[in-house]
């Protein structure tokens, strides 16, 4: 395998609008050794959210990263599907727990920050995820399969463990035809359907007093009270402006961490996946871009009118990512030759400058993509070998995104959280970073 990697140059951008600021890092990287004999190739590109990722806790972020790489990178070098090794990944992300130093949430489009929370879940998705207002936890997620365009997705779901599991079995199934009588098989259930459509497919259920963990209960009880209060307090919006001018002065930030993946295979076929547990104190039944068709993940493989494959999950506020179908638009942005400059600019125009979010404030979210297509060896190797070249990259319009990507050739997985600049404005800046490296077939 050969890769590029290693920052080096920050150049700003201009926008068209002179709110934001557009941060390109080029990124390179020296070459590895070569692909070993019988190994299998493949490459994972995974996310913990984009909002804000605390110093002191940034090794907790890369180590939950590097561990969901290692399973996607596991199952492909043991021959599994794109789609399997996507899940793997997720299911590790799911699961994964830790402190975050602070977490936001929003109320009547305002946010309040509370730089009090010390203990929540170190991921917002599956277990121990963010409660709804009644207390309860209900989860979204989704995958996508760049081969067949099949599509899985569950929303609002509760009793589930891990929900992408039950999205990627909803795949699978859908990939196996009618049902009886002719029925069509569902891509997309919700709430008790969703419940009950998975334990009937051996999926076991998760008792609620398992899925709340002792950190996302305090954290409830904690936002309840500040909800409450602000109900009592905000009684116009003149009164609502001021608590948050005074938040905003606090030394800390929000998070938004939907969690999710994106897998090429040594086929070139690509998937991805994402999950997340949604706002804090959402109302119940809502459903975000994690559960939603080409707003919180897209894959699709090279075709007539594709010349790359490419894969995508996204990261942010629910609301701002399903009005501009963020995944999906990066991914047809990604079929132009620069793919750097079309996600800066998908990032520019069709997320924070979208018309269809021109009333808010500040639009955050963050995606990962990658694309990828078979090419001809060095011209000057003696020995012609197939070759898969994979671009990655990342972008963000919030404060941080902590990624990891790994190789099936590679001995561990590397992490990175990308933040904006100092004095940058999260909802009105876009970062963007990324590599490239080369995966040989192996030799027979």
């Not at 909800?227 to 009592?232: D, F, G, V």
């Not at 079309?342 to 009333?359: D, H, R, V, W, Y």
Request: aromatic share 4%; glycine share 10%.
């Amino acid at each position: 395998m050969i890769m590029e990697k290693g920052i080096s140059s920050v150049e700003v951008l201009p926008s068209k609008s002179s709110q934001v600021t557009a941060v390109k890092v080029v990124v390179k990287e020296p070459e590895t050794k070569q692909t070993q004999r019988g190994k299998r190739v493949g490459f994972v590109l995974v996310h913990a959210g984009a909002g804000y990722h605390s110093e002191s806790k940034a090794k907790e972020y890369k180590h939950v990263c590097k561990r969901a790489c290692q399973k996607a990178i596991e199952k492909l070098q043991a021959g599994a599907l794109a789609t399997d090794a996507v899940t793997a990944a997720l299911i590790e992300l799911e699961l994964a727990r830790g402190t975050m130093c602070s977490f936001k949430f929003s109320l009547s489009e305002e946010h309040f920050r509370d730089s009090n929370v010390q203990d929540s879940p170190f991921t917002n998705a599956g277990m121990g995820s963010n409660l709804n207002l009644l207390g309860e936890i209900e989860c979204d997620a989704s995958i996508m399969d760049g081969k067949s365009l099949n599509f899985g997705a569950v929303g609002a779901l509760s009793g589930i463990k891990n929900p992408v599991s039950v999205a990627n079995r909803l795949l699978c199934e859908g990939q196996k035809g009618k049902l009886s009588a002719g029925r069509i098989p569902p891509c997309f259930l919700v709430g008790e359907g969703a419940f009950r459509w998975a334990v009937d497919h051996g999926i076991p259920a998760c008792p609620p007093g398992i899925m709340a963990t002792r950190f996302s209960l305090a954290a409830f009880k904690r936002n309840k009270r500040k909800l409450e209060l602000a109900e009592k307090v905000e009684t116009d919006l003149i009164q609502l402006k001021k608590r948050r001018q005074s938040s905003e002065k606090e030394n800390d930030s929000g998070t938004l961490d939907t969690v999710g993946a994106v897998v090429v295979d040594q086929e070139g076929n690509v998937a991805a996946a994402v999950s997340s547990g949604g706002l804090a104190l959402k109302h119940p039944g809502r459903v975000g871009q994690a559960a939603l068709y080409g707003c919180g993940c897209w894959a699709e493989n090279t075709g007539a009118h594709t010349p790359y494959s490419t894969a995508v999950s996204t990261s942010g506020c629910g609301e701002h990512l399903v009005r501009t179908i963020l995944a999906r638009e990066c991914s047809c942005a990604l079929q132009t030759e620069d793919a750097h400059q079309a996600l800066l600019e998908t990032m520019q125009n069709k997320f924070i400058g979208s018309p269809f979010l021109a009333n808010e404030d500040g639009v955050l979210g963050g995606v990962i993509v990658l694309r990828s297509c078979r090419c001809s060896a060095e011209p000057e190797l003696s020995q012609e070998k197939p070759t898969l070249l994979v671009e990655f990259l990342w972008s963000h319009t919030t404060e941080s995104m902590c990624v990891g990507y790994m190789s099936a050739q590679d001995g561990k997985a590397k992490t990175h959280i990308s933040r904006l600049p100092p004095g940058a404005v999260a909802g009105q800046s876009v970062a963007i970073e990324g590599g490239v490296c080369r995966l040989e077939s192996p030799e027979s």
